[in-house]
């Protein structure tokens, strides 16, 4: 009960013992709060009174909620780039991004960025760290590309996901390009597939008419072809994983999956390799390994039989994937459009497969330079 002596002002009421305080500010009623004596309570709301008078009163409930962002903005200030980037990956893992892209990621940062960098905080990372990192890596232009494409993509979901304002790094990757790859002479294809074993003599075959990736043409089972259909096709939809511990099959890198006509030539060497070199199961590997846990013909024991292959034909300096770069530049030139090239290659992207497209285009040129153009009279 309130004394009689006790004259409470306007807005402040007796509430269990204490001092219950409120305010009207632009026709809403604020609650600024409970208060053990009188005295305070009055001070609250003379301060609170004075603020709206000259336009600067923030309400509780705004203020409140301007405290807490202040305090995640320090707990995110305090991340450190490992703990982010463990947490990042493992949300790639959960959106379904392929286990060798994540695989690959983790190792770049632990063999090049972690070691450096793992203990500073995000928001520690500036401009210049960054700059000042890169600049004194002692590794190959491609790997540094690599590093630069991680820490990018790292840091830029770090944006995304509000632990930090924005991204330091600003480097730019494209000063170290990928290269698209070297076209191979349809007679040097032939001459390094006859150079293999004959048990994977095909593989080569498959690389360049097909297009394939070196992991699909692991990842093969007989099931795989249908030589007897009307238009004869292989399908991509697994892959052998090197990746991974063990090496084991996986899905093909995102999207890729696809089915592809054969070239006619291809077809009795497909039918005599199945019938040679793979068992009769539907899900035989079409390349065996020995010992392999997967059966399947590790990336290691084929990477042995075609370095001598290329020593042994004088070309040492065709990887496998130019292989593949080489049957889709020829593809191109036989008139393949954009979304041929994407579908045949397994592509998302489309700038990779304009570089087919600038093939095609340099074939269109040498052709129509070649057409006897004379002068009207």
């Known amino acids: 009960m309130v004394r009689k002596s006790e004259q409470l002002r306007r807005g ?17 009623r604020y609650s600024l709060g409970n208060f053990d004596t009188l005295a305070s309570a009055e001070a609250a709301q003379d301060k609170a009174k004075g603020e709206i008078a000259v336009k600067m009163f923030v309400p509780p409930n705004e203020e409140r909620a301007t405290r807490q962002q202040a305090r995640e903005a320090r707990d995110r200030g305090s991340v450190t780039l490992r703990a ?30 972690l070691g450096p960098l793992g ?8 401009e210049e760290r960054l700059d000042d990192f890169m600049a004194g890596l002692t590794v190959s232009a491609s790997v540094r590309r690599n590093i630069g494409l991680c820490l990018r993509a790292c840091l830029n979901a770090a944006v995304k996901a509000k632990v930090i304002a924005i991204s330091p790094y600003s480097i730019p990757v494209k000063d170290a390009p990928r ?15 006859d150079a293999m074993p004959p048990a994977l003599s095909l593989a080569v075959m498959l690389g360049a008419w097909c297009q394939m990736r070196l992991g699909e043409v692991l990842g093969l089972q007989r099931r795989d072809f249908d030589l007897v259909a009307k238009v004869p096709n292989v399908t991509i939809d697994r892959q052998l994983n090197s990746k991974t511990s063990p090496p084991s099959l996986t899905p ?5 999956e696809r089915t592809m006509a054969l070239h006619a030539a291809m077809v009795p060497l497909i039918g005599a390799h199945l019938s040679e070199h793979v068992g009769p199961e539907p899900s035989a590997p079409v390349f065996a390994g020995k010992g392999s846990r997967s059966g399947h013909l590790s990336q290691s024991a084929f990477d042995r039989a075609y370095s001598a292959a290329r020593r042994a034909t004088g070309l040492d300096g065709v990887r496998f994937h130019d292989l593949r770069h080489s049957g889709l530049t020829y593809f191109a030139q ?41 002068r009207a009279k």
Request: aromatic content about 4%; cysteine-free; hydrophobic content about 35%.
């Open 84 to 113: 982010w980037s463990e947490r990042w990956l493992n949300e790639q893992r959960q959106q379904g991004r392929s286990e060798s892209t994540i695989v690959s990621r983790q190792s770049v940062l632990r063999a090049h960025v």
């Open 12 to 28: 402040i009421v007796k509430d269990k013992g204490t001092y219950r305080v409120r305010v009207t500010y632009e026709g809403v």
């Open 179 to 193: 290269s698209a790859g070297k076209v191979v002479s349809t007679e040097d294809i032939a001459r390094l597939s």
């Open 252 to 256: 093909p890198k995102a999207g890729s």
């Open 334 to 374: 036989a008139g393949g459009t954009l979304a041929d090239i994407m579908r045949r290659g397994g592509h998302k992207d489309v700038k990779v497969a304009m570089r087919y497209q600038h093939a095609a285009l340099e074939r269109e040129q040498a052709l129509m330079n070649s057409l006897p153009i004379g």
């Open 119 to 126: 203990d500073v905080p995000l928001s520690a990372l500036t």
